[in-house]
């Protein structure tokens, strides 16, 4: 069911930092930062040849990586995002098969326009999971 890797998300604790990191001594592209406000995030993407890292800072008060970087000072890997072709047919799929779906189990808009969800790290190898119809 599920595609391509679209992105690894590692949540930062200085995205001008990590910015600097992956573009001068990784040697990769990285996307000018943008705000935003309704995930509670600020967010640059590095372009690998094979899929995305989404650089992810903390913004505003109730931000839902802000309890992460609290236990992770230094940042750290936060999500792994999987393609699908339809989220709704997706998510009913891993509904029946006893994946919890966070939030209220409708879809939202995510960092790429297209519509998101997030699984319950624990029903995937404590692995956080977000899957995205392209
Ligand atoms: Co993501």
Request: glycine fraction near 8%; aromatic fraction near 4%.
């Amino acid at each position: 069911m599920i595609g391509k890797l679209n992105h690894v998300a590692i949540v930062v604790p200085d995205l001008d930092r990590a910015m600097t990191t992956y573009r001068d001594a990784l040697g990769a592209t990285v996307s000018e930062p943008i705000d935003l406000p309704e995930h509670g995030v600020r967010v640059a993407f590095v372009e690998l040849p094979n899929t995305k890292i989404e650089l992810l800072l903390p913004l505003g008060e109730n931000s839902p990586v802000a309890k992460f970087l609290e236990r992770n000072v230094d940042g750290g890997m936060h999500h792994l995002c999987y393609e699908v072709d339809d989220i709704i047919t997706a998510r009913d799929k891993l509904v029946a098969a006893g994946a919890r779906v966070l939030g209220n189990g409708e879809p939202k808009i995510g960092a790429h326009g297209k519509p998101v969800l997030f699984l319950h790290p624990k029903d995937f190898c404590g692995t956080l999971v977000e899957i995205e119809q392209v």
